[in-house]
């Protein structure tokens, strides 16, 4: 069954660097979503990227982050300037178009800033 | 700003019992996602409501959703261990691929 993938599963990095986040969208899918979930927390919508633009963004994804589809399988999510607070746990999503409108997200990437 | 509130945010249940966690939206939406999730793993897609009145239900659970209430329920029928998880619902808004996500219900069956 076709997954979404997520690289590296485990990020630790320090305060200022720049991240690249990587997510591999199921194949034949045209959404994508980027996630995040702090530690005990709920999910929070950062981004969606549709036809390669963004569709939509929450107050979240700040000039700090970015999103790119650099080829045709990979999207990325980079966060410039990494702040303590950006430690969580990132997930990819994506979704087919047509009427199911089911996501499916991959396993996520853990963001440690130290 | 758009509020999905859930409740009750924990729940210990024996095995064997009903229960239903409700999930209550402060905007219109006509699409409402109910996921699960084990501590430390991603988020598993379990219903997708799309209309006002849309009923799904999958082995001991069935999701509903009232769009005029603004609410929609997930009910556990016959609760087992395995059904020990978090559960959140997310509302998309009708604009489309704009979601906000419930606070999560964190759920323990008890044998």
């Known amino acids: 069954e076709p997954e979404v993938t997520q690289t590296p599963s485990h990020q630790v990095t320090q305060m200022g660097q720049e991240v690249i986040l990587r997510c591999v969208p199921i194949s034949n899918h045209l959404y994508f979503y980027w996630y995040r979930q702090i530690l005990g927390q709920k999910v929070e919508f950062l981004v969606s990227f549709y036809n390669n633009e963004i569709s939509e963004k929450s107050e979240i994804f700040d000039d700090q982050f970015s999103v790119e589809r650099p080829d045709g399988s990979n999207f990325t999510l980079k966060i410039r300037s990494t702040k303590l607070e950006d430690s969580a746990m990132y997930f990819c999503?994506?979704?087919?178009?047509?009427?199911?409108?089911?996501?499916?997200f991959g396993p996520g990437t853990r963001l440690t800033v130290t | 700003e758009l509020k999905v509130e859930q409740n009750p945010l924990f729940l210990s249940m024996q095995e064997g019992k009903n229960y239903t966690i409700y999930c209550n939206y402060s905007t219109t939406s006509d699409r409402l996602y109910w996921y699960r999730q084990d501590p430390g793993k991603s988020l598993e897609s379990l219903f997708v409501?799309?209309?006002?009145?849309a009923v799904k239900q999958e082995g001991r659970l069935m999701a509903s959703l009232d769009t005029k209430a603004r609410l929609s329920t997930l009910h556990i029928t016959a609760a087992v261990h395995d059904l020990s998880a978090t559960y959140f619902c997310a509302v998309e808004l009708n604009t489309g691929n704009q979601f906000y996500f419930g606070t999560g219900t964190s759920l323990t069956v008890i044998p």
């Open positions: 999503a994506s979704r087919a178009q047509g009427s199911s409108y089911e996501q499916y």
């Open positions: 409501l799309l209309s006002n009145g």
